[in-house]
């Protein structure tokens, strides 16, 4: 028998849990409210009335039957027998307040405070360091312990009692003479472009030490290719003299393929900056927004360097440095370890606990889930708690973005402004990247209740996104390809999504699709049980 607490969990639709914590949905919307009780009117943000945007009337008839027949799946089906792994009755009645979502990312104010406490923190004669989070999850204080790495949200009054630890600027810092010095960064990038460094005189290790001064004395907003690429002379996006490139870099970035190899320094630049790092990283000197960059490259550039990976992750654990990432960084630090083939059970595992965090979770753009959960199957690395997070964070922005418009809207997700003053907008979610998504999922074999309500939401979009959606947000055949997916999770058996797909029309999906993707989704569909031909 089902005990009171539990019943009542279910039966309200407005509560989620997560790393422990009941959030209400209006938490989500940006307001404030307690983990457990009502809504904060102090907190609760204004209406944005007619500047939110609303959907098109735009589907077809068909596609319309489908999402209505996918409603009625959903309001009739019965809540599964299954509940979070962390649900903790005897956390019902406590109170943690969580303030209102960010509304631009953190403002000028929020930056250089969030510089300062971590340029010169402060710590308790018990050796716990305060520190502060990312301005896009409200600058919120933590303590991380100088030994151990633990991190701690609040301590007892008995540790406050703490002093000025060394502040950053004292510290030595990197310099040197001759052209490695004596030239800027973007006439660094036009000459390795270009292989002239041997002919110029210019070292692997001198270079290597310039680039880490770079990022030493550099202090980020945001893991934004805005503001890197001014800095980053190894990596060669920007270069005016090839446009193509530049274009080709800017997707790299993001993940699509267009960049190749010739983008980046030789690997002997590489390696000497790996052992430069390695030297540099017990000064504390390095952003850890700037080493996920710096990291990134090495990713790209397809050089691997177990060891400096090793001290990364290390590093980045040891001194608890993960709140401090924005959420890029975030979810990019564990994509350039899945990225590389290289395991650091202890950084997942941290990271994954930063995920889970509410105010965390909601401050995700569509593609930091699709990241994390790409570097977590990818490393096969399951964790639960950040399953369910992750599937319950996701549905939010895809029921409340226009599938006709590429960028999410400010009242949806904040944006941010990068130090440059570009000011970027969270793209919106497309087909493909649901794809990934569920695959993600699948490989990591989750089975949860929230994740079916997940897959549910990812196939709403994807109809909406079929009758609405410009071609340049869509792929050829994407929606039969994401559809085929389902069918293979369905086929699996790991999770209930089977009574999404029965009901479906796949006239409209099929439209224009090659007849290879469509002939492999219906192969999916009939070996799930869906069709019968």
């Known amino acids: 028998m089902q005990d009171d607490a539990e019943t009542s969990w279910r039966q309200d639709s407005c509560w989620w849990w997560s790393a422990g914590d009941k959030v209400h949905r209006d938490q989500l919307a940006g307001q404030a409210v307690s983990y457990y009780g009502e809504c904060s009117k102090q907190g609760k943000q204004q209406s944005h009335g007619d500047d939110t945007p ?15 027949n996918l409603q009625t799946l959903q309001n009739d089906s019965p809540v599964s027998a299954r509940t979070p792994a962390n649900f903790n009755q005897d956390s019902v009645h406590e109170q943690a307040a969580m303030p209102p979502m960010s509304l631009d990312g953190g403002n000028e104010e929020e930056f250089l405070q969030y510089w300062k406490l971590n340029r010169s923190p402060l710590i308790t004669k018990k050796g716990w360091l305060q520190r502060a989070a990312h301005p896009q999850v409200n600058v919120e204080r933590y303590w991380s312990h100088a030994d151990t790495g633990t991190i701690c949200w609040q301590l007892s009054s008995d540790d406050i009692a703490c002093h000025q630890d ?17 030239l800027s960064a973007q006439r660094l990038k036009e000459i390795l472009s270009s292989c002239q460094a ?30 890197y690429q001014y800095i980053t002379f190894w990596f060669f996006g920007g270069l005016k003299r090839d446009v193509e490139k530049d274009r080709s870099s800017k997707a790299f970035f993001t993940g699509n393929s267009g960049a190749a190899r010739e983008l980046f320094a030789d690997d002997s630049f590489f390696h000497a900056l790996a052992t430069v790092v390695m030297e540099r990283l017990p000064l504390m000197r390095i952003h850890p927004i700037n080493l996920t960059y710096l990291v990134w490259t090495f990713s790209r550039a397809a050089v691997v360097v177990p060891k400096f990976m090793g001290a990364v992750g290390d590093h980045l654990c040891r001194h608890g440095l993960i709140p401090m990432l924005d959420r890029c960084s975030l979810g990019t630090i564990v994509w350039n370890f899945s990225k590389q083939g290289i395991r650091h ?22 593609r930091n889930f699709q990241n994390v959960l790409i570097a977590y199957s990818r490393n096969q690395h399951f964790d639960s708690e950040l399953a369910d997070a992750m599937a319950r964070g996701i549905p939010r922005l895809l029921d409340n973005h226009d599938p006709q418009l590429p960028k999410l809207h400010r009242n949806v997700l904040f944006s941010y402004t990068c130090k440059d003053g570009s000011e970027v907008l969270a793209d919106a979610f497309r087909i493909g990247g649901l794809t990934v998504i569920a695959k993600a999922f699948q490989d990591l074999r989750v089975q949860a209740l929230s994740v079916e309500q997940c897959m549910a939401a990812m196939l709403r979009y994807t109809l909406k996104s079929v009758g609405c959606s410009p071609i340049m947000l869509r792929e050829p055949g994407d929606a039969c390809s994401f559809i085929r997916q389902l069918g293979y999770i369905a086929e699996a058996g790991l999770l209930n999504i089977k009574p999404l797909l029965c009901p479906l029309d796949l006239s409209p999906i099929v439209d224009g699709a090659p007849e290879k993707v469509v002939n492999q989704m219906k192969a999916a569909l009939r070996r799930a049980g869906v069709l019968s031909r």
């Open 166 to 182: 060394q502040d950053l600027d004292e510290l030595p810092k990197l310099g040197g003479e001759g052209p490695a010095w004596n």
């Open 198 to 227: 041997d002919s110029l005189g210019l070292c692997a290790h001198d270079l290597a030490c310039r680039a880490c001064a770079e990022y030493e004395q550099f202090e980020p907003r945001v893991l934004s290719w805005h503001d």
């Open 345 to 366: 059970e202890l950084l997942f595992k941290v990271v994954a606990t930063e995920l889970c965090r509410p105010n965390r979770v909601r401050s995700l753009a569509p």
């Open 54 to 68: 609303k959907f098109g009337s735009l589907l077809t008839s068909e596609l319309h039957s489908n999402m209505q």
